[in-house]
């Protein structure tokens, strides 16, 4: 008979545990403590689940979480002022270390919004750590409807911002649901302070029915030293296209899931994103798009900036059902690594059971043509100034399916300060 050693927790196992523990959270408390058990029982991902093969989480996530508190609305307010907004005309809904506050901004028509929780993700292995901990720790969240046929003429933002409370651990979870022939912009913002290391989780599930046109932006400013678990999945109906632009510029670590379904045919997804890597920072985007009828397309483009000691990762996946033919797919990863001591892993991938398609996938890792650099500088340029130069081409072919150049200015702005800080 063989003795098994029991499973020794770690310490930002026993720390994220105890965090929920000791909370007053409200919510499904059933699906708090399943997700706690299950934490408990299995434990962290670590390099042996291939989901996370290139994010040892139970390694990289530590300890010291302390259970979010409701804060004033004075300090909520004050909270969100260093963050400027991408949309300057949006309607916000506000959150603050996972707690919704109301400041009464009028929504857009075409447009409702339901307050609390919706339904925790389905998840009992770690290799769902990522819905795992937004079930455990999610506190504030909303239920978007946009109505069938209407264009929506303003933004809707859904905006985290951290307070500055030490090392809290906090999430939200929202559903964002487009109707028949709508079409609307979304943007959601993380953000929070440097030197905190708090747990940010985030769950978002989209529905895009038939005919409609959805706009997701994902910005992730999380303070350097903050942790983020983040998932993003979409469901797409008949005829329905789904924009979705994502912007890694912060956070000591980040694990964005994104997962596509494409149930309609004549859906479309159109998915570009920009992954800024620096300092010691660890930066994961996982997608996978799931084609499982046909005549439906795909456009995938990461482009990677990656410096300092940091470190990035992109696994994409391409699934194609045999019932899916005349399927169009196309992933792309291209990085840029500026230092010796940078580092980035990509995984595009494709499983194809149908045999009347066209798929295909390319990565690329390079440094910064030298010949480039000394045509700059040769003409009175600093060396500083021809690197940005160049690296803002490099990620400038991710911005080309933006429409709204105000917005595509606003998220420059945010790669600028990122620039100013890392090269």
Not at 112 to 129: I, K, Q, Y
């Amino acid at each position: 008979m063989t003795a098994h050693s029991p499973r020794i927790l770690t310490e930002g196992e026993t720390s994220l545990i105890d965090a929920v523990a000791r909370s007053t959270f409200d919510g499904d408390t059933s699906a708090r403590k399943a997700a706690v058990d299950a934490i408990e029982a299995n434990g962290l991902p670590t390099r042996r689940v291939e989901y996370y093969h290139y994010t040892d989480l139970r390694a990289l996530l530590k300890g010291g979480f302390e259970p979010a508190a409701p804060v004033s609305e004075e300090v909520a307010r004050d909270a969100g002022k260093p963050y400027p907004r991408l949309a300057s005309d949006a309607c916000v809904l506000h959150f603050r270390d996972g707690y919704y506050h109301d400041f009464g901004e009028a929504l857009p028509a075409g447009i409702s919004v339901t307050d609390g929780l919706p339904e925790a993700p389905s998840a009992t292995s770690n290799a769902d750590a990522t819905s795992l901990i937004n079930a455990a720790v999610a506190i504030g969240g909303v239920t978007v409807e946009i109505a069938d046929g209407v264009e929506v003429d303003r933004v809707l933002g859904l905006a985290h911002a951290q307070t500055g409370a030490a090392n809290t651990a906090s999430g939200t979870r929202f559903a964002v649901n487009a109707g028949a022939g709508s079409k609307a912009t979304v943007i959601e913002r993380a953000c929070g302070p440097n030197g905190n290391g708090y747990l940010n989780s985030s769950h978002v599930d989209i529905t895009v029915g038939e005919g409609a046109t959805l706009t997701y932006i994902l910005s992730i400013e999380e303070g350097d030293a903050a942790s983020r678990m983040g998932r993003l999945t979409v469901d797409l109906g008949k005829d329905a296209t789904i924009n979705l632009f994502v912007l890694n510029a912060g956070g000591k670590l980040v694990r964005q899931e994104i997962v596509f379904d494409c149930r309609g045919e004549g859906g479309h997804v159109e998915i570009a994103g920009i992954n800024l890597v620096g300092g010691e920072a660890h930066i994961d985007v996982t997608s996978t798009i799931n084609h499982h009828v046909a005549n439906t397309t795909a456009n995938e483009l990461f482009r990677n900036v990656c410096t300092g000691r940091g470190r990035g990762v992109f696994q994409g996946q391409i699934n194609v059902a045999q019932p899916a033919q005349l399927t169009d797919a196309k992933m792309a990863c291209n990085t840029l690594l500026l230092s010796d001591d940078c580092d980035f892993s990509a995984k595009p991938e494709l499983e194809i059971f149908a045999d009347d398609v066209q798929c295909g996938h390319g990565a690329t890792v390079t440094d910064l043509e030298p010949s480039y650099l000394f045509y700059l500088m040769a003409r009175g340029i600093s060396e500083t100034r021809a690197r940005r130069l160049l690296i803002k081409a490099f990620v400038a072919e991710a911005f080309e399916p933006m429409e709204d150049e105000k917005l595509e200015e606003a998220l420059e702005a945010r790669m600028d300060d990122w620039l100013d800080a890392n090269v």
